[in-house]
């Protein structure tokens, strides 16, 4: 039996099947088997889970929502009281020209990107082939596989500062920085996953202005940005035009199962997804949308991100840094400084092994976390720092975190001879 050249490509060994792989032995371990630090699961926050379990309460014993949600299809672009409510919160919170018909729901923000990316970049009718730009690398993992042709990305290494007291953080390198004929579309996530790095409101004017200046759009991935979750601890602020494609995700706020993405675009995009969603799988998933329903009405998913989950996260990444520059002694570990979401990127500067010999001592030792070479999709430049990064995750439990941490240090002291 042979796959196509499609089935090669998406069967093939890739850093997110890594992930998911990783997590899926994780919990078929069970708790306190693995620790469990490489994943991008929120965590579990009980506020956020009692307004959840009441609103799916309330739809339980109403008979109409209950069948409604999971006894009809959703349009090919998604729930349409959602899509009004969410166009509603956005017009009276930013005062952006913004109507139900400049959104789209995907079944998760994978989908969402894979659509896009081969929307904007791969072979084109005039005979051309275009790549998607991501200006700022390391970025999200889940990006490096989701194109249909080869060369599909094409990035630029960050400029880093020293910021002491182990800190550091990347800015775009605008001098470098190239949009050639052959680019179909800008992408960045703001926060940044891996880093926890937040684009400054001047980098993304730039980027903005651009795009405009070559007619192409600018995808900002937001699955932790504001208004919803709000995992932002830098004062920034989101912006949309019609050559802005806002990405949003309902996971952060305590809620990957239901699995929805959302696309916030010129309406031509927005129709183009829903299109897609209704070749590939009919509609979006519903379950979400209703269950989030409510609280997007009334914008009190705005409070609850601003006065629950960001702070929650916030404290939890203070006390990951804490820990990191209490274990790591004479290691030359450095912090990508954590400006939102929930990771910590880590920096040992000048490493003897590379992160993936690393990753594998730790999954030895029961830790996982994720090397960092994964996260450069499009940089095709030999750069030793590729291989001197990994990315761990503060969400789970505080006791899992420190003692993650403990070892982390511990098999970087011994790759350092200290």
Known sequence: MQFSTFGDKFTGASGVLTLMDDLGAALAAGAGKVIMLGGGNPARIPAMEAVLRRRM????????????????????????????????????????????????????????????????????????????????????????????????????????????????KYHIDFGALEVGPDIGAICVSRPTNPTGNVLTDAEVRHLSRLAREHDIPLIVDNAYGAPFPSILYADVQPEWDEHTILCMSLSKLGMPGPRTGIVIAAPPIARAVAALNAVISLAPTSTGAALALD????????????????????????????????????????IHKPEGAFFLWLWFKDLPITSQELYERLKARGVVILPGHYFFPGLAEAWPHKHECVRMSYAPAAETVHAGIQIIAEEAQRAYGL
């Open 57 to 168: 309460i309330d739809m339980l014993e109403d008979e109409g929502s209950f069948a409604r949600m999971v006894g009809d299809y959703s349009p090919p672009g998604g729930n349409g009281a959602f899509l009004q409510a969410l166009a509603s919160l956005l017009r009276r919170t930013y005062g952006w020209a913004i109507g139900p018909e400049h959104i789209a729901l995907t079944n998760g923000s994978q989908t969402s990107f894979f659509y896009l990316f081969n929307l904007f970049a791969g072979a084109h009718a005039d005979g051309g082939d275009r790549r998607i730009l991501l200006p700022l690398a390391p970025e999200y993992i889940g990006y490096a596989d989701a194109g249909l042709s080869e060369d599909h990305f094409v990035a630029y290494r960050p400029e880093i500062t020293l910021l002491g007291d182990r800190l550091f």
């Open 295 to 334: 609280m997007v009405e009334s914008g009190e998913v705005i409070r609850l991100s601003q006065e629950v989950i960001r702070p929650f996260y916030k404290a939890k990444a203070e006390q990951a840094v804490a820990w990191v520059r209490e274990a790591m002694g004479e290691a030359p570990c450095y």
